[in-house]
């Protein structure tokens, strides 16, 4: 793999949109970072096509996504078992997901997703293969907007 460069097309990422944490009990976690963060997770959310049930926590521009597994087939189950508990991903938020994937493949990074899915908390989202990034499974996402309908959120 060769270092990205500089170069035109590149647009800076925007900022951590959130820091996804592993979790083996949901309601557990939830209350341990509420003691933590001094403040309650704002929603939850469970995606049945990822195997996934989240809680979402807000820390300043940041926000911090715990995940449970939702059965034994999901990532998160597997990642546990291998890992055990602790932090899944690092997501950046970016203004355009489809430019980003292809340029990140262009860079020779590996996606794992190579189209943008739906995921929590109205986003589309595409990660990046840990091998890529030094051992980070890396998510972007983008909110997700609903252009047919005219409703932006921004
Ligand atoms: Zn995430």
């Given amino acids: 793999m060769h270092l990205p460069s500089l170069n035109q097309k ?43 049930s989240t809680a979402f926590f807000k820390i300043g ?20 078992q291998k890992r055990g508990e602790g932090i899944h991903h690092i997501a950046f938020s970016v203004d355009d997901i489809e430019a980003e994937i292809k340029r990140l493949q262009e860079e020779g990074f590996r996606l794992i997703n190579t189209e943008p899915k739906r995921g929590a908390d109205n986003k589309l989202v595409a990660f990046m293969h840990p091998k890529s990034a030094h051992g980070v499974l890396v998510e972007l996402c983008q909110e997700a907007s609903t252009q047919s309908s005219g409703k932006e959120r921004k």
């Fill in 61 to 80: 521009e940041s926000k911090i996504e715990l995940l449970a597994a939702t059965n034994a087939e999901s990532p998160i189950a597997k990642f546990i």
């Fill in 10 to 52: 590149y647009k800076q990422m925007k900022k951590i949109e959130h820091i996804g944490i592993a979790v083996k009990d949901l309601e557990a976690a939830n209350a341990t970072y509420k003691a933590i963060l001094g403040s309650e997770h704002y929603k939850t959310e469970r995606v049945e096509s990822e195997g996934v």
